[in-house]
């Protein structure tokens, strides 16, 4: 329905009345762009505050035919040059606005080249479609001054913390840290909790949720945060992405051992969780040692799994195809997998 309106008010802004020759549909016209400042002095103390917002005046359509709300399609574009001959960054928007905090503009900025501590212009203005063979019209330029911050360097852990702050059962990593944090969890079902960038009420981050409702998997560090929450209780995966400002879960439904001994089956051998000790657990029994080595199967998966690492004892978590880790024991023996710190995932025989 949405097309048939695009397409049919296309049409009628090239169509005339049988009488008068005037258009059907008038006032498509570019937006006027505002900024709330012209000169942002970008700060760490300050990175979670509003630094800069765009506001801009939409056209007023009028026409003999009823015109949808979001018949306008804008994109706010941001360049390093007035010219905008290279765009830097395209943000799609419904609403006629668009807000940065500090953080999330010195991200763009740094992203585009600017040098912590040097003002720099950044160049913004906003494209609006009316339909695809209509052509695009551009708003004003606006030119800012930004002085950006050299980007704080994150934690190498954020801690899973209780709703009290009072207990940090377990913790996310960001092995390459670019801000992306992931690891194991085991939870009961509508647990609620923060992640902080310390084991400590005093953290200096602490992220929680959005304050509204439909924001669950939103991270917001402001006063007003929400505490988190999953519903799915039991052993999940989490990931949190401190520069998108979001997080995920997934269930853990089984982690089962394959390898030659049990003809690189996917389900014949189950490992099964101990709470107390946060271990997991399987029994092998072979009569020669593993050439190829074994892979721990996560709910089943040769695309999620944990295979070889450089260091012994250690296994990585895998998302493509590799090897499988060293078990060179003969007999039955119980292999226990130890993923409760995320940086360095263990293993070894019993």
């Given amino acids: 329905m949405k097309k048939l309106i695009i397409y049919t008010l296309a049409f009628l802004l090239f169509s005339c009345k049988k009488e008068g020759g005037e258009p059907v549909l008038t006032g498509f016209e570019a937006a006027m762009l505002h900024s709330s400042t012209t000169d942002v002095l970008l700060t760490s103390t300050d990175r979670k505050s509003l630094a800069l917002q765009l506001v801009w005046d939409e056209s007023n359509l009028t026409s003999a035919q009823p015109i949808a709300p979001s018949t306008l399609q804008h994109t706010v574009e941001f360049a390093a040059e007035a010219t905008f001959a290279v765009i830097a960054k395209k943000s799609e928007q419904v609403a006629p606005s668009l807000s940065y905090t500090h953080e999330q503009l010195n991200s763009l900025v740094t992203a585009m080249g600017f040098e912590p501590g040097k003002k720099k212009t950044l160049y913004a203005r906003v494209s609006t479609r009316l339909a695809r063979n209509v052509d695009v019209v551009y708003s004003n330029v606006i030119a800012i001054a930004v002085t950006a911050y050299e980007p704080i360097v994150d934690a ?74 999953t519903s799915n209780g039991g052993y999940l995966y989490l990931t949190a992405d401190v520069n998108k400002l979001s997080w995920k879960e997934t269930v853990v439904e089984s982690l089962s051992v394959t390898g030659d001994f049990n003809g690189w089956s996917a389900s014949a051998t ?81």
């Fill in 270 to 350: 189950p490992m099964t969780y101990d709470k107390t000790e946060k271990l997991w657990k399987a029994t092998i029994t072979n009569t020669v040692a593993e050439q190829w080595g074994i892979k721990v199967l996560i709910n089943g998966s040769w695309t999620w799994f944990f295979g070889a690492a450089e260091e012994a004892g250690t296994c990585h978590l895998y998302t493509a195809d590799a090897s499988g880790f060293v078990y060179d024991k003969i007999g039955t023996h119980t292999l226990v997998l130890d993923l409760s710190d995320p940086k360095a995932f263990k293993y070894w025989v019993q």
């Fill in 156 to 229: 190498q852990y954020l801690y899973m913390a209780n709703k009290e702050l009072t207990q940090f059962p377990w913790k996310i990593c960001s092995r390459k840290e670019d801000g992306f944090y992931d690891g194991f969890v085991q939870v009961d079902q509508w647990f609620n909790f923060y992640l902080t960038n310390e084991e400590s009420a005093n953290a200096s981050v602490i992220y929680g949720s959005y304050p509204l409702e439909g924001s669950q998997y939103i991270l917001y560090s402001g006063d007003d945060r929400w505490n988190s929450w």
